[in-house]
């Protein structure tokens, strides 16, 4: 491109290059490295404007038949450039104009980008996708793709996942936000060199989804798709209430969190989260463990006493199919449980006199049409409607395939009635919270009678948070109420006291050949902010609903795993540990104190350490781990079904591991802690070098170990890097702390 064709815009970080007669984009460049991340040769159209209606027909730059633009001064983050585009030669839109602004960052390797579409009239946009990133080239070996999927996950080969569609011609990848994507950002990069940055600074939490994918010569492109309020209705402008962001960096996806955490971290959902204010329930942040059963009370309360025994901590309640009709088809006559009020009522009263306490199953947003409640309420009206008007339908059951209606949580309909079975469970019947089940979602409507905009806008979050904030007013003084979500996000983080981060047992409901792993990618930036918690861990195959078809029940329910599978367990608990959650085992019984000994001293021996270094695996911030010296070992993998038992028995693979994994932690009052556990049943050295001044501990100080038992010195460190060395027992594990030296 000739350089009178050429319009830049340059930082100290990245450079960006626009042709000025099209405003196409040609160049995205991080300057240190000199990676680009837009094929220079042909140009990328950064807009495209699709419509509402049938067909694929869009709106995009080159329909335009002028172009102008002009450099941007004064406000902003840095120096800028409007590109403008008019004339489209449209009937129903005859003055439409789109403007995009693009700045850069004064301080940082990083744009803001802005578009507004003035004078669409007539023209109804379904979405707009901007910034549209197209041929971003391969990044070479080690390249990787960092997604918030609500804990997180890495994909360390993008170029199979993304290139491997049935038809030969890439696969596309979208993640919606607020919901599955817990944070505002993805990231692609290569390890050890130089990263694209993709994330919006939204405040509100507007719908949104984020796409990836990829193209049969090896490119791949990005785009922000932002889903517009009634469509179908004349406007004279639209532009979202936020910025996207595009930027560079070196690094990987620990880099980026800690470069979104900087701007998270400051936002409304921040400051207000329950954590931070004070507001959630005291016995949640003394939890040692969680014991995630189902069914009465007989198997539910008294197995969570006995672990609470031999742990010597509180042990509290996720429970289960206490309700009265079959799991995933009679949502949402939960009322009254199936072994009766006064029966249920006693069990959680057990749980109350032994100091534990229990939070029970109520899907957030299911009501199955196959009740009774669904014709005699006139439920239909308050359902989710897709854009032709009909209801919204999910199926989950596999041995009673029952469809579930997507209720609206905008309605006072649906709020209501959820709000009611909340209070009678939890002042009649005497439970300590609600874990809300699909929570952290959010859904598109179309029924313009609910009271909200179509299609896109941020109607979802307000409804749930009204829907939490009247569950919460119906209780009673001075009781304090848990809600929990399925899932993390950001927005739900003034609303929900706990979160369920189930990614740590991915291996037991994925694919191994899915090409992704879990990242710690949510707690990396809020885990001081909130409580997160959850995991699939068994020693046990899943259980069989008793409401359900009885010709597909397992001949023995909750039979014993093979011994084979140990290793996966002590992943997952060892995730759990160093990543700051709350530990979790599922479908536990007393008997298995005694059947796995190993299994249960290896998690009860974390859960102790956890709680004597709560400053860092509860309320601490994330730091980059260090890298341990081990080797990887081979660990049989158990893929079963996470719910009910499978038809055909467990899937079995392999996959290979470290040894041992760490994780870093500052505490509020500045000292370090490295969590180390080792995953092997044979005893293992564990080395790794530290560097106080990456920890910001330049100025030297004391060590001390941390394990079931107690503290003892472990040493002392200087300005200087040190190495450590670990001499962990079978299934050991660890926490050192490092303080800084008191200044006498």
């Known amino acids: 491109m000739a350089a009178a064709d ?77 590109l403008v585009w008019s004339d489209f030669g449209l009937s129903e839109a005859p003055a439409l104009r789109v403007t995009v602004t693009v700045r850069l960052f004064t301080d940082s390797a990083l744009s803001e980008w802005r578009i507004v579409v003035d004078s669409p009239g007539a023209l109804a946009i379904e979405q707009v996708r901007f910034p549209r990133l197209a041929r ?66 939204d405040t509100l939490a507007y719908r949104k989804t984020f796409a990836v994918w990829g193209d049969s010569d090896g490119s791949r492109g990005y785009e922000l798709i932002h889903a517009l309020e009634n469509p179908a209705s004349p406007r004279t402008q639209w532009a979202p209430p936020y910025a996207a962001l595009l930027g560079t960096f070196q690094g990987d996806w620990i880099t980026v969190a800690e470069r979104y955490r900087a701007w998270g971290t400051r936002q409304p959902w921040a400051r207000e989260s329950r954590l931070v204010r004070g507001r959630v329930p005291e016995w949640l942040l003394r939890t040692g463990m969680w014991v995630w059963n189902r069914g009465r009370s007989p198997g539910v309360v008294p197995p969570a006493l006995a672990l609470q025994r031999a742990l010597g901590l509180p042990v509290n309640i ?70 032709d008007g009909r209801v919204r339908e999910e199926t989950y059951n596999t041995f009673d395939p029952q469809p579930c209606a997507t209720m609206d949580v905008t309605t006072p309909f649906w709020r209501a009635k959820y709000a009611h079975i909340a209070d009678t469970v939890l002042d009649l019947y005497g439970a300590d919270g609600i874990y809300m089940d699909q929570a952290v ?65 991915q291996e037991r409901y994925t694919d191994p050949g899915s090409g992704w792993e879990p990242i710690p990618f949510f707690q990396a930036v809020y885990h001081a902010y909130g409580v997160t918690y959850g995991s699939y861990s068994s020693l046990v195959m899943p259980p069989y609903d008793e409401l359900w078809p009885a010709r597909f029940a397992p001949p023995e329910p909750l ?36 059947e796995r000994p190993e299994e249960m001293a290896y998690m009860m021996r974390l859960a102790r350490i956890r709680a004597r270094a709560l400053d860092y695996l ?12 081990v080797p990887s070992v081979d660990v049989d993998l158990s893929r079963v079904s996470i719910y009910a038992a499978r038809r055909g028995g467990p899937t079995v693979s392999a996959g290979r591991y470290p040894a041992a994994i760490a994780g870093a932690w ?79």
């Open 6 to 82: 050429t319009l830049w815009l340059q930082n100290a970080g990245m450079r960006l290059g626009f042709d000025s007669s099209n405003g196409s984009l040609f160049a995205l460049t991080d300057r240190s490295s000199g990676q680009s991340f837009v094929d220079g040769r042909q140009a990328t159209a950064i807009w495209r404007l699709d419509r509402f209606g049938p067909g694929d027909s869009s709106v995009v730059p080159s329909s335009a038949r002028r172009f102008a633009w002009h450099k941007l001064t004064g406000e902003g983050p840095g120096p800028g450039v409007a």
């Open 136 to 201: 971003i080239p391969p990044l070479g070996r080690g390249e990787e793709l960092a997604v918030p999927r609500w804990m997180g996950a890495l994909a360390r080969d993008p170029a199979t996942l993304l290139g491997g569609g049935p038809d030969g011609k890439g696969r596309r990848l979208e993640w919606s936000y607020p919901g599955t994507l817990s944070l505002q950002v993805m990231a692609l990069y290569r390890r050890g060199g130089a990263g694209l940055y993709a994330a919006a600074d």
């Open 318 to 387: 996720h429970w289960h199919w206490w309700h009265h009709g079959p799991y995933d088809t009679s949502f949402p006559d939960y009322l009254p449980p199936r072994e009766g009020v006064d029966s249920f009522r006693a069990g959680v009263a057990a749980a109350h006199a032994a100091g534990s306490h229990a939070m029970v199953y109520m899907n957030q947003r299911l009501w199955c049409t196959g009740t009774p409640s669904w014709s005699s309420e006139h439920a239909a009206r308050w359902a989710v409607k897709e854009k």
């Open 441 to 505: 979602q959010s859904l598109v409507c179309w029924d313009s009678t609910h009271g909200h905009p179509v299609g896109g806008g941020n109607y979802w979050m307000g409804g749930f948070r009204a829907l939490a904030t009247r569950i919460r007013a119906a209780g009673k003084p001075g009781r304090p109420v848990l809600l929990a979500g399925e899932g993390a996000g950001e927005p739900w983080l003034p609303e929900l006291d706990l979160m369920l981060t189930l990614q740590v047992s």
């Open 559 to 594: 039979e014993l795993l093979d011994s084979r599978f140990r290793r996966q367990f002590y992943l997952e608990q060892a995730r759990s540990f160093v990543w700051g959650m709350q530990p979790t085992i599922a479908n536990f019984r007393a008997a298995q104190l005694a």
């Open 618 to 629: 509860l309320y601490g911030e994330f730091l980059r781990p260090p890298d341990l010296s």
């Open 666 to 744: 500052r505490a509020a009052q500045g000292s370090v802690a490295i969590a180390v556990a080792s995953i092997v049943d044979q005893p293992m050295s564990v080395s790794f070098a530290f560097d106080p001044a990456a920890y910001g501990l330049s100025s030297g100080g004391q060590i001390e170990q941390i394990d079931e038992r107690g503290r003892r010195p472990f040493g002392e460190f200087s300005s200087d890097a040190l190495p450590i060395v670990l001499e962990l027992p079978a299934g050991g594990a660890y926490v050192l702390e490092f303080r800084r030296s008191r200044r006498r």
